[in-house]
């Protein structure tokens, strides 16, 4: 195991198990070298850019068996065990495959309570890429919003976000906020545009401008916006945002969870961006915000962990006090230092083009070949997941039957996929959409397992076309978040 080279932007007296800047050569060469004199591809194909060393079985079921397991979890898919899933596209959080570079740096991870070299590999590996003052290290993204919310939040006060993610909605909302979104409209699901995800610009200023300016103690932007269909927000919207939150003395806060595969569409898509390095578009995007929300079970390729990091000492003083009280010491934030390392490295993976570049042509692939097939999905692609419109898929199902639900059910009937639903089951009445999400988790799959998805999907959207797919009812449910613990029962035929 070598340590790190001394070229390294990182602190080389800081040892890291991966030569990082080797790494990041070697995957700029292996791009290059698929391109001709001309900068074209010479090969239509984008290979998975790494090959398996562990495999795990998969387990295929028949419907009959999948009919009964589904009936034995109240129809809730989230109630089922996976080993009676066959592909898991429930979500992309923590599920997804860890290097060996990452294993390895596993070994090294150092348990001590307090001051632990491992939380400060994963401080710096964090700092490179997001130069805020203080890191605070959580067991998961939702545990940061505690945290945030914790001091940010309260009675009266009103939190803008492009689109709220479920979790981030619910902390705002529990600390007695209200969580408002503002995202830009588009007349239709399928309407292209390539930054979907962006913020309304005109609406946070009449917010701020207007009588409940003073209630709002921070603009929060989702980068990709997960619950709006996985889109990118563009640099220049950040920049906008960034302006009149400051303008307004507000302090903006990233919710950074894919904040590389952001930065790879602003990249592809932004004019000016295209020759800039994936880790440059991120520095930048920090550098327009005070701080930042992660789930690191995204683009930390981790399978666990997240942070809060913040420039207000005032802020991070309060923060640290809710970490210690709810998530332990300030060099651990519930996280084992394994974990910690686990991500430090992880964060120098994910920013590598090749990665990148295989990660979002999944998805494209996926998605193009459910298009072509006319399956309605959110146009144009995104970056983690696909999203079936469930809405056009069962175009006179009422919402109240639940047609996202019903959707993500006979994906699972039919061919042992689980989906998860965002729309009515999710968000009840606040509900913009009836989406079908099938996040597919990083590093994971192969090409195989993505075409064995197509052709269930085409199988469920012609159930879907000939009226054979049950509304549901929901039979019980929790106060909060019930799409995790509701029943539900199908309406019959
Ligand atoms: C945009 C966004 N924010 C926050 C979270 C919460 O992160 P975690 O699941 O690690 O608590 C998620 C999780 O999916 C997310 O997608």
């Given at each position: 195991m070598c340590t790190q080279s001394?070229?390294?932007?990182?602190?080389?007296s800081v040892p890291v198990p991966v030569d990082a800047e080797l790494q990041q050569q070697r995957q700029r060469d292996s791009l290059l070298a698929l391109e001709d004199e001309n900068g074209?591809?010479?090969?239509?194909t984008v290979i998975e850019p790494f090959r398996i060393k562990t495999v795990e079985p998969l387990y295929t079921y028949t419907r009959k068996q999948r009919k009964d397991f589904l009936r034995d979890a109240d129809y809730n898919l989230f109630k089922l065990s996976s080993e009676n899933v066959t592909l898991d596209f429930l979500t992309d959080s923590g599920t997804g495959a860890m290097s060996a570079n990452q294993w390895g740096a596993m070994m090294i991870g150092d348990e001590s309570y307090a001051g632990s070299p491992s939380f400060v590999r994963f401080e710096q590996a964090v700092k490179h890429l997001f130069p805020f003052k203080h890191v605070l290290p959580t067991h998961q993204g939702r545990a940061a919003e505690k945290v945030l919310f914790s001091a940010l939040g309260g009675k009266g006060r009103v939190v803008p976000n492009n689109t709220h993610f479920d979790t981030t909605r619910a902390h705002v909302e529990a600390s007695g906020a209200e969580a408002l979104d503002l995202i830009v409209t588009f007349e239709s699901t399928s309407q292209k545009h390539p930054f979907k995800g962006n913020m309304d610009v005109d609406a946070l200023r009449s917010l701020l401008e207007g009588p409940r300016g003073k209630d709002v103690p921070c603009v929060m932007l989702t980068v990709t916006n997960n619950s709006a269909g996985g889109q990118p927000v563009s640099l220049e919207n950040m920049k906008l945002v960034s302006e009149l939150a400051h303008a307004h003395g507000k302090p903006l806060i990233m919710d950074a969870c894919r904040f590389a595969e952001n930065a790879f569409f602003i990249q592809r898509r932004?004019?000016?961006?295209?020759?800039?390095s994936i880790e440059d578009i991120v520095r930048d995007m920090a550098s327009l915000c005070d701080g930042m929300t992660m789930s690191a079970k995204k683009d930390g390729l981790a399978n666990i962990g997240g942070w809060l990091a913040i420039n207000d000492d005032k802020l991070a003083a309060s923060c640290r006090e809710q970490l210690i009280l709810t998530e332990g010491y300030t060099t651990y934030g519930g996280l084992a230092g394994r974990d910690l390392d686990a991500i430090a490295v992880g964060l120098q993976e994910v920013v590598q083009e090749p990665y990148l570049e295989y990660r979002i042509r999944t998805i494209d692939y996926f998605g193009k070949a459910l298009i072509a097939r006319g399956i309605p999905c959110v146009e144009p692609l995104g970056g983690h997941a696909i999203y079936l419109d469930a809405s056009r898929m069962l175009p006179s199902m009422p919402r109240k039957q639940l047609p996202g639900h019903s959707v993500a059910c006979a994906l699972y009937v039919e061919g042992g996929i689980r989906a998860c639903e965002i729309g009515t089951l999710m968000f009840g009445g606040a509900a913009k959409n009836e989406l079908v999400r099938m996040a597919i988790p990083r590093r994971m799959y192969t090409q195989s397992h993505v075409d064995y998805a197509i052709e269930v999907c085409e199988r469920v959207a012609a159930l879907a076309r000939r009226g054979s797919l049950p509304g549901y009812k929901i039979v019980e449910q929790p106060p909060s978040l019930r799409h995790f613990s509701a029943k539900l029962r199908p309406f019959t035929l």
């Open positions: 001394s070229s390294s932007s990182l602190d080389s074209e591809p010479i090969y239509a932004e004019p000016g961006q295209r020759d800039r």
